[in-house]
């Protein structure tokens, strides 16, 4: 939605759910005239004028059209500020289908309603002062998200608990900036006491929200584990173990996948792509480099690898284990070394950094799973006690946030003006944050991503 073309004074609808076969539809209504408009076509059962209901009551009756009886419905009522835009705002649940909401639709606007734009109820939520930016985006990723992680964390973004810190802190840094303004102002004999910020306990609560922010980002979308190593080793056979499904091909012929194959896997309610690459194998044919040049590239979008090498790779150990430490290295992810086909062991091998399966008999896997979803607990906490940046740009706002503070506590006792100074270009990149002062165009395109009728 762009903002200059629509007037947030108008009253507006939409259908807040998915069109099609459903049970019910919800039609939502907003604006200053939302009870006079809709009393042209909304007839009560218990007749009581619309206007005079209190806001949170539900009233059952029927939408006339030219004295034809569209649908019985029932209206929930909110009053102003409490809803979710801050204004009168009603919504109508009627019979679901493709026809009946239509008509409802139709008939709203026949009456005065303006059709809403994408996001347009939430932008006025945001406008009247109901959430700040931050909270507006965490709406969009929970509308957005196909993984329980991602809408867990918007969800504790949403809170106003979590947001309470962060604007504790905003108003205490504008307390002091307004109080060095004056005294900037004003000759040695005239200042006021200025309040001493804990700007040390700021900065460690923003280096918190930056590491858990740097950990969440790049994996909101799902997790990316690899399973690579030498050709032959089962990497292909415990793929379509862990999905359960015989998707890719196993063949005693080493090198059989050339390039690489991905499946997504709920794992413990969280998003998982495991891939299967082509071998690691410095000693293949043209083809096979290809595929160690695709492997390489897609080591580098893994989020953790497992190295899975069979007990003739054993000689070759040390070779193995200078790759597994390379990668974790280079990489920076975990890497879990796996030794396969344990089951043509003679006799039971007591290199212990290696986790032990053997894919056709089944045995180990569940243990490596249960690895798997330790590292995935252990970096992404379900509860997170501070709200955490949802994309690249909180995360940025907050990283410029720390800088300010640290040049602020850097500045402290050298010049009560650079402390200023510094303390005013946090106070901006919050604004900034929170929305309050913020590129038009940030925000459409905020709001672009929301759906009509939200
Ligand atoms: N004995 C035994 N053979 C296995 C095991 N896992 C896989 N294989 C066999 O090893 C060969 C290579 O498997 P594949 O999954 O294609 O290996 P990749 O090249 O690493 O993808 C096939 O013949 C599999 O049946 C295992 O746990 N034990
Ligand atoms: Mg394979």
Redesign the pocket.
């Known amino acids: 939605m762009n903002s200059n073309l629509v007037n947030i004074n108008d009253s507006i609808c939409a259908i807040a759910t998915t069109l099609g076969y459903s049970a019910i539809s919800i039609i939502r209504l907003c604006g200053n005239e939302t009870f006079d408009l809709l009393k042209l076509f909304f007839c009560p059962s218990f007749p009581k004028r619309l206007e005079k209901t209190k806001g949170f009551s539900i009233h059952s009756g029927l939408i006339v059209d030219a004295n034809i009886v569209i649908d019985d419905v029932i209206v929930a009522v909110y009053r102003k500020p409490h809803s979710y835009t801050g204004e009168d705002m009603a919504e109508i649940f009627c019979h679901g289908g493709l026809t009946v909401p239509a008509q409802i639709l139709h008939i709203c606007t026949k009456h005065g309603f303006r059709m809403a734009s994408e996001g347009e109820f939430t932008r006025r939520a945001f406008i009247n002062g109901k959430m700040n930016l931050m909270q507006v985006e965490a709406i969009s990723d929970i509308l957005t998200s196909t993984n329980s992680n991602v809408s867990k964390t918007a969800v504790n973004n949403l809170s106003k608990d979590k947001h309470k810190k962060l604007q504790d802190i905003f108003a205490d840094i504008n307390e002091v900036v307004i109080q060095g303004e004056v005294n900037l102002d004003f000759s040695e004999d005239e200042q006021i006491e200025m309040k001493e910020l804990d700007i040390v306990a700021y900065i460690e609560y923003l280096d918190l929200i930056v590491k858990h922010s740097e950990d969440y980002i790049p994996v909101k979308n799902g997790l990316n584990i690899l ?1 690579a ?12 173990t862990i999905l359960n499904q015989d998707r ?10 050339r390039d690489y194959i991905s499946e997504k896997i709920i794992l413990h309610e969280k998003e998982i792509t495991i891939v ?1 690459t ?2 690691y194998d410095l000693t293949g044919d043209e083809i096979t480099r290809e595929g160690m040049k695709k492997a390489e590239e897609l080591l580098s979008n893994a989020n953790a690898i497992i190295y ?1 090498i ?1 007990p003739c790779d054993l000689q070759d150990i040390s070779c193995h284990e200078k790759k597994v430490a390379e990668w974790k290295h280079v990489f920076k992810v975990p890497v879990f070394a796996v030794l ?5 062991l003679e006799k039971s091998v007591t290199n212990n950094d290696l986790l032990k ?5 089944g ?1 180990g896997i569940k243990d490596l799973l249960t690895e798997i979803d330790k590292w995935m607990s252990d970096t992404f906490p379900e509860d997170y006690t501070i709200p955490l940046a949802l994309n690249q740009r909180q995360l940025n706002l907050f990283k410029k946030i720390r800088t300010s503070l640290i040049e602020a506590k850097n500045t402290r006792n050298i010049s009560i003006e650079l402390y200023i100074e510094n303390l005013r270009h946090a106070l901006s990149f919050f604004e900034e944050l929170f929305g309050i002062k913020v590129l038009q165009e940030i925000l459409d395109e905020i709001f672009s991503r929301f759906c009509i009728g939200k």
């Open positions: 399973i190593g030498p050709p032959n080793s089962g990497k292909s056979s415990l793929f379509n890719s091909i196993v063949s005693h012929v080493p090198g059989t996948t299967d082509a071998g899975l069979a396969n086909k344990t089951d043509l399966i053997s894919v056709k008999e045995t």
